[in-house]
């Protein structure tokens, strides 16, 4: 049957026949340009969700049992392909010199669960404003014996609902501010402590096949380009002692997250990614701090482009669903456009967060705050919604876009004739296009053989859909421009 888009495939839905392996070992990804690819060249979007979110509490381990472990097993029908699990030095290191061989256990087998249901992971060295006896008793992180003012400028720990405004204080707090500089001046070695942490993990988790890189400090706080910029220079040179293969994540300084030009220096080292943040759901619109995602997004590629490297989003997220100024700032409306920029320019990033036991009175488990995308019942909030993407486009990308509304998805490419020699010399695989495509999560019909799925034009593809991975794979044999075009059925 001949549509106006082109021709109209009925696609089979193939189980385990035509099953194709789209799971990735973290060696299969590199950078290349500002992009990031596998062994075979194709580009790859990663996508996903930082987790657990409820970690930054003592104990830090909230995913510590078969029970809590067996809940992940949902991520994969949100389409999350990397989590950026946070990592806590006073957990790892709670005793000067005494690593936590717990706590490292805990974090491996957490990452091996998430491998086994095909999510890699980014280590993320999280903390905020330095550690939670630190910020009005509001931050956290950093072990006690890492901060370098005296105990009578501390805080006690506190973390609760007065800790709101935590970000906008930060920089009041004289202590912290004065701790950081502290820290970046190597007073006491602590600094040092920090880059043999990172060597050690470094050794830890090259061999890894999970791990496909660091993010060597959240959100960082200083200077970019005289205290930043050189403590990556130092940790990336211990980590590439061990590990020549992980992507390293370098952040901006946490307040050029609000969309401003970052000052870091350009790396000296390699495979590397700058990871934004971006939070803008409850800007006020008559008094804007923070640029709107369109212009952070113009003057971050700016950047990235100029040092030809790839961004990703380590951090976005919506903390309530209303915003009373403006309708756009809804929940829903707001991710949905804050994805729909992502997918305009084919990026990856991982939202914040997934709390494993969410409730209303201490929601996300710290400061109050309000991210999660489950509720108490682990359903999914309104803060997220699951969403096509490609995961690995074989060949040269040309538009992506999803319609939310009508649950209609678009994907148009190049098939080169290096695209076909890839793909020869791979089984197939180097010419096969994979995409997430939620047949219930996102275009709400029961099974794959209710959706329409145009293909122009209509020979040189095969398609297939594994029920298993919720993707399409979709295999060239002939050169040329591609659109595939997936919407559920419009029953005549
Ligand atoms: C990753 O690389 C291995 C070895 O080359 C390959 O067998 C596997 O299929 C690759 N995974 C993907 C998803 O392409
Ligand atoms: C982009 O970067 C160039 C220098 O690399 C600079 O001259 C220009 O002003 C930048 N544009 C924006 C929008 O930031
Ligand atoms: C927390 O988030 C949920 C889901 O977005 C929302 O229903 C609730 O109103 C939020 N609470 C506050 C105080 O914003």
Not at 39 to 65: C, E, H, Q, S, Y
Request: hydrophobic share 40%.
């Amino acid at each position: 049957m001949k549509t106006k888009h082109g021709w109209c495939l009925r696609v089979l839905v193939i189980l385990s026949l035509f099953f194709v392996q789209y799971v990735y070992s973290a060696s299969n990804i590199t950078i290349k340009g500002t992009e990031f690819v596998d062994d075979v060249g194709r580009i790859v979007v990663l996508r996903g969700l930082n987790l657990p979110i409820n970690a930054k509490m003592a104990p830090f381990t909230p995913l510590n049992d078969k029970k809590s472990l067996s809940r992940l097993q949902t991520l994969p029908l949100y389409g999350t392909s990397i989590a950026r699990v946070l990592f806590t030095w006073e957990a790892f290191e709670p005793e000067r010199g005494q690593y936590n061989m717990d706590y490292l256990n805990y974090y491996l087998t957490l990452v091996e669960t998430l491998y086994s249901q095909g999510i890699l992971t980014m280590v993320d060295m999280h903390q905020d404003f330095y550690s939670r006896w630190l910020n009005l008793g509001c931050g956290e992180g950093f072990p006690r014996w890492a901060i370098l003012v005296d105990p009578i400028l501390q805080k006690n720990p506190f973390n609760g609902p007065r800790c709101v405004a935590w970000i906008l204080q930060g920089p009041f707090d004289v202590a912290g501010k004065l701790n950081w500089k502290l820290f970046y001046a190597g007073e006491n070695g602590v600094r040092d402590r920090f880059l043999d942490m990172w060597e050690y993990l470094a050794k830890t988790f090259a061999d890894n096949p999970a791990v496909i890189g660091y993010d060597i400090l959240n959100e960082p706080y200083g200077d970019e380009v005289s205290e930043i910029g050189p403590l990556y220079e130092d940790a990336a040179k211990r980590i590439r002692k061990h590990d020549q293969k992980a992507i390293l994540f370098i952040e901006p300084q946490i307040y050029k997250g609000a969309g401003s030009k970052t000052n870091l220096p350009q790396p000296t080292f390699d495979n590397y990614a700058v990871a934004f943040h971006y939070y803008g759901q409850t800007r006020d619109p008559h008094k804007i701090i923070v640029s709107s995602f369109e212009e952070a997004l113009t003057i971050w590629t700016n950047q990235t482009e100029a040092w030809d490297v790839p961004m990703f989003f380590g951090e976005f997220g919506a903390n309530t669903d209303k915003n009373p100024d403006n309708d756009d700032f809804q929940a829903p409306n707001y991710i949905s456009m804050f994805y729909d920029e992502l997918d305009a320019r084919l990026l990856g990033g991982t939202q914040w967060g997934w709390t494993d036991d969410y409730n209303d009175r201490t929601r996300d488990g710290w400061n109050n705050e309000n991210f999660s995308i489950v509720d108490a019942r682990r359903n999914l909030r309104s803060n997220f919604a699951v969403r096509p993407y490609p995961k690995a486009i074989a060949g040269i990308p040309g538009q992506f876009k999803v319609d939310s509304i009508e649950k209609v998805m678009e994907l148009s490419w190049e098939v080169t004739a290096a695209t076909l020699a890839a793909g020869a010399a791979s089984g197939g695989r180097g010419a096969t296009t994979v995409l997430f495509a939620p047949v219930q999560g996102f275009f709400a019909v029961p099974h794959a053989n209710q959706l329409d799925i145009q293909v122009t034009p209509a020979t040189g593809l095969t398609c297939s859909y594994s029920a298993d991975w919720l993707t399409f794979s979709c295999l060239a044999s002939q050169a040329g421009g591609y659109t595939l075009v997936i919407q559920p059925q419009q029953i005549a």
